[in-house]
């Protein structure tokens, strides 16, 4: 009866799961590996398209003419020459971009926006209950400054630059606006016979204000807001945390994928596999000339236990694979038996003469440790028993 017939059950013994272990050990590392990529890919935002920095301000316009209303001046009729409109297409204009970018080396993209006016109606009465309406700005002008470049160097500058010239380019569009109206006073207090003592120190007292007024006048603005933005491809960071988390993932992922080659593991391993395939009747020891050099004799003891030998005797040894030493140890076992043995050719190229049935000529299988795997022992052990002839047992043959 063929002994590898028998059910076989699933290996966990330490043996085989230590020669999985060194034979696929590159498992758990490549997959600790991964897992600390996975890792590094998910936190650092990594992108496909340019990286590029962008820088935001928005300052706000101070209103220069508000205090005005203190000597009876509406704020609300004086224009700044140009309007701030104006000042926006000015403030576009190639001219001013390139006064802004001096000094400026690298590539940039710079731009001014203004917010849209807000009016509020307002409505004045006087002493003949007439009424006076009134549109004047609900909120003050504001400019927004937005810069972008591909790394943060220059935008900064860039935008401050961009500022003082917008700064003085509002000091003297107010200094213009109240000019005018200054020449317009000068002109009504020249006309002495037109107006009577108290409208010409209403207006005296107008001028000064309005001279006070061009002076002061600085075009100043107030930082409201600030943005920074860093887009594209972007490497921050990851925390030592995040990896020992990917390395953890991948270390127990590793450990199951060798716990599954453990499981499924085909080939024959160890003395201990071979036994619980073939039977301890019919396993005859092990080959391994480095542990124990004298195992041609203690295999060729087990052997003359297992069948008689005689000097008619011809042992025929059919490795299940192939072997550098098989003929060495074919040529020692035969000089310590004393009968003849013959290698004939493994299990992939055997023919079925060298299986012709003969009681003086059994047969010994040798299975190699790491390399021969248990569908190919069933193979061999099958053709020979098959084969009519005496299968005396299975050697383990160690590399």
């Not at 790394?151 to 401050?160: F, G, K, L, T, Y």
């Not at 005018?180 to 207090?189: A, G, H, K, M, N």
Request: proline fraction near 4%; charged fraction near 20%.
């Amino acid at each position: 009866m063929n002994p590898l017939n028998a059910p076989r059950r699933i290996s966990f013994d330490l043996a085989t799961i230590a020669s999985v272990a060194r034979k696929r050990w590159w498992v758990v590392p490549i997959t600790m590996l991964v897992g600390a990529g996975l890792m590094f890919f998910q936190e650092s935002d990594l992108q496909t398209e340019p990286r590029y920095y962008t820088l935001t301000r928005t300052y706000e316009a101070l209103n220069e003419m508000a205090p005005l209303a203190l000597v009876d001046l509406n704020p609300a009729l004086f224009e700044p020459i140009p309007s701030e409109t104006s000042q926006l297409a000015v403030l576009r204009s190639q001219k001013y971009l390139d006064k802004a970018l001096t000094n400026i080396k690298g590539d940039l993209d710079i731009r001014v926006d203004k917010s849209e006016t807000r009016f509020a109606l307002t409505t004045e009465g006087d002493i003949s209950e007439a009424r006076r309406f009134s549109f004047s700005p609900a909120t003050n002008a504001s400019f927004t400054f937005t810069c972008t470049e591909q790394d943060e160097v220059n935008c900064a500058s860039a935008i401050e630059n961009y500022l003082q010239l917008l700064i003085t380019l509002r000091a003297e569009s107010i200094k213009t606006g109240l000019s005018r109206s200054l020449e317009l006073v000068d002109q009504l207090l020249n006309q002495s016979a037109k107006i009577t003592e108290s409208q010409r120190d209403r207006l005296t007292l107008q001028k000064i204000a309005l001279q006070e007024s061009v002076e002061l006048a600085s075009g100043e603005m107030q930082l409201i807001a600030e943005d920074k933005y860093f887009g594209g491809e972007q490497i921050t960071t990851v925390g030592r945390k995040t990896y020992l988390f990917g390395l953890l993932v991948g270390l127990i992922i590793g450990c199951l994928i060798l716990l599954q080659l453990v499981i499924s593991d085909n080939v024959i391993r160890d003395s201990k596999k071979l036994v619980s395939l073939v039977g301890f009747p019919k396993f005859l020891g092990n080959i391994d000339k480095k542990r124990n050099p004298n195992s041609i004799q203690h295999i060729a003891t087990a052997i003359r236990g297992a069948t008689t030998i005689t000097g008619t005797t011809t042992l025929r040894v059919l490795p299940v694979d192939s072997h550098a030493n098989n003929e060495v140890f074919v040529g020692e076992l035969a000089g310590v038996l004393g009968c003849k043995a013959t290698l004939i050719n493994s299990v992939a190229d055997i023919s079925a003469a060298e299986l012709s049935p003969n009681l003086d000529s059994p047969i010994l299988i040798f299975v190699n440790q790491h390399k021969t795997k248990i569908s190919d022992l069933e193979l061999a052990w099958t053709l020979a028993e098959k084969s009519g002839n005496t299968v005396v047992g299975a050697v383990l043959v160690s590399n």
